[in-house]
């Protein structure tokens, strides 16, 4: 989704301070040798819908902006488009993105332009069937109709290929875009999170990167290239030339890449590293890829979209801002004041102004109709269930079902809806984070167990669909796809909204309460958890005798309690 961006100075970057996260997994590099994609749309104001465009044709589509709904102009329909169920079609193509701003000045709309970040992923999915013609359509759409967003870097899979396509305009100089697109080696993982990351690029291997005509004439001809940036074509980097590197894009955005590299790759990696991405070592860049230790499963990548820095440097749920429950959450803004200092909050993968996620898998080994899946989940990433849709299905659960800004739509964000999974997600979420140490792990254990089932579950419909497709039955292996969807949505939401209750009954008025039916009471057993022993050491430290119990008469008698001197307060 788009970021908050603060301008820095003409012809410097934009300072990034909430976005997105995506994951990258060639086929080579998995255990079941499927190309994956993980996202995660973060924003504050996204309502999490899966949304869902059947086939069409011909006539003209109306675009609007998926950030403002502002109405940008219509442009011709294909004459034949694909099903599209959120971010992947029914022929095995599916696109994310991260949005990285980039320089101010080419932030800035062309006039007339009509082409958002929002419209060149569904219209492409609409229109393209496999990842190199995914990359022409939406070059062809950001030069015809011009291009209407700030920088964004693409992730683009089919069943065999992964790139990452990174985009920007060209500002009020000219209508379009310039951009440059690499492959992921076979093997090989990467990851993005709104910081340009394309630096130098092959300018003569098609198999290895594409690129606009004018990625650097452009930069040349508005004065960008200075002595020692890209003077040459094989030492032009398209981030250091159009998104350079802050502290803010190392901190925030490049740190979360990080975390996912370390944690395929180890503590070297992590160690190497550590200086880029808490933002003190800008010339110390990662990598656009790594080859992981060991393949990487699909149950991994759901992991890795959990992740909260935990276990590195940047850990965050153990000082004082974790509260007394370790909550690896700190509610925004990312940057705040103290006395004439800034500081930052840590940005991580699992982050609570998450709208939807999904994990996309892609797999070769399946007949088209079955390749694409996307494992959907509204909410934080880290506190979600990702349930799974074949990309082919035409009917789709009304709990997750939706429409958007960018459909001219504004969606019932102000309206509370239990038979929302995005409102019934946000249940479980939003009670996690109130005693997260306590209420958490027990989130995580059901999390784990419903992808685990929902696994097995799929599993099973594949080789019934599949046998269908294999006798010709098509428009019963289409009702059967259609029949799954409803019923694990439908399914899991009226479940989660169970399982909240069961952690409300349990965790209620700061307690652990469980069943006892040996218990006459309540036929229960009612336990004080407390907070963690760094709490009570901080209360302690700050409010001296405030709340210490004397021991002995003696002692007693000679306290004296003086109100205006019960606080000591640090620094004071």
């Known amino acids: 989704m788009k970021l908050f961006l603060s301008a820095l100075a003409a012809f410097t970057a934009t300072s990034v301070v909430e976005g997105c996260t995506n994951i990258l997994v060639t086929p080579e590099a998995s255990t079941s040798n499927e190309a994956m994609i993980a996202y995660n749309a973060d924003s504050a104001s996204l309502y999490g819908s899966l949304y869902h465009y059947p086939r069409t044709g011909g006539g003209s589509r109306d675009l609007y902006d998926w950030d403002s709904g502002a109405f940008l102009g219509s442009i011709p329909e294909a004459e034949k488009t694909h099903n599209v169920v959120g971010n992947c079609n029914e022929v095995g193509l599916c696109i994310g993105e991260t949005t990285f701003g980039g320089l101010e000045e080419l932030c800035e709309t062309f006039p007339g332009s009509k082409v958002d970040y929002g419209s060149l992923i569904w219209v492409t999915l609409q229109r393209a069937s496999n990842a190199r013609e995914a990359i022409k359509v939406m070059d062809n759409l950001m030069q015809t109709y011009g291009y209407a967003s700030e920088g964004e870097s693409f992730s683009i899979t089919d069943s065999r290929e992964v790139w990452i396509n990174e985009v920007i305009g060209k500002g009020t100089y000219e209508k379009g875009s310039v951009w440059v697109a690499k492959k992921i080696p076979a093997g090989y993982v990467s990851s993005h999170a709104n910081q340009a990351r394309i630096t130098t690029f092959e300018w003569d291997d098609e198999s290895k990167a594409i690129y606009a005509h004018d990625v650097m004439s452009f930069a040349q001809k508005i004065g960008l290239i200075k002595e020692g940036n890209g003077v040459e074509k094989g030492a032009f980097s398209f981030s250091d030339t159009y998104d350079p590197v802050t ?13 996912f590299f370390s944690s395929v790759m180890g503590e070297e990696f992590e160690k190497e590293y550590v200086d880029y991405a808490s933002g003190f070592n800008l010339t110390n860049r990662m990598p656009l890829w790594v080859k992981p230790a060991e393949k990487i499963s699909l149950s991994d990548v759901f992991s890795h979209m959990r992740n909260h820095f935990e276990g590195s440097e940047l850990a965050f749920d153990g000082d004082v801002g974790a509260g007394g429950f370790g909550a690896p959450y700190r509610w925004r803004p990312l940057t705040w004041e103290y006395g004439d200092d800034t500081y930052v909050n840590e940005r991580a993968i699992g982050t609570q102004q998450t709208g939807w996620n999904f994990v996309a898998s892609v ?22 269930v990702r349930v799974p849709f074949y990309a082919s299905a035409t009917e789709l659960p009304l709990s997750f079902v939706g429409k958007g800004p960018q459909d001219g739509v504004v969606p019932p964000m102000m309206i509370f809806d239990l038979n929302s999974a995005f409102y019934v997600t946000n249940l479980v979420s939003n009670w996690a984070y109130s005693r997260w140490s306590d209420i958490y792990p027990v989130v995580l254990e059901k999390i784990v167990e419903y992808e685990a089932s929902f696994i097995s579950q799929l599993h099973e419909v ?20 259609n029949a799954f969807a409803q019923k694990l949505g439908n399914g899991f939401t009226q479940q989660w909204f169970g399982f909240f209750g069961e952690l409300f009954v349990r965790f209620r008025d700061g307690y652990d309460i469980t069943p006892n039916s040996e218990d006459p009471e309540c036929g229960c057993t009612v336990g004080g958890i407390g907070y963690n022993d760094a709490t009570y050491g901080r209360i302690a430290e700050e409010t001296g005798d405030q709340y210490k119990e004397p021991s002995g008469d003696d002692a007693l008698k000679e306290r004296q309690f003086n109100p205006k001197n019960k606080l000591k307060v640090r620094g004071v």
């Not at 502290?247 to 975390?259: D, I, K, T």
């Not at 294999?470 to 292996?477: F, L, M, S």
Request: hydrophobic letters at 40%; charged letters at 20%.
């Open 247 to 259: 502290f803010e894009g190392a901190r925030f955005c490049e740190g979360r890449v990080w975390s």
């Open 363 to 384: 797999r070769p080994s399946m007949p088209t109709p079955m390749q694409a899946v996307i494992w959907f989940g509204a909410d934080d990433s880290a506190t979600t």
């Open 462 to 481: 594949d080789q019934k669909v599949l046998g269908l497709i294999n006798n010709g039955q098509q428009e019963e292996a289409l009702n059967l796809m």
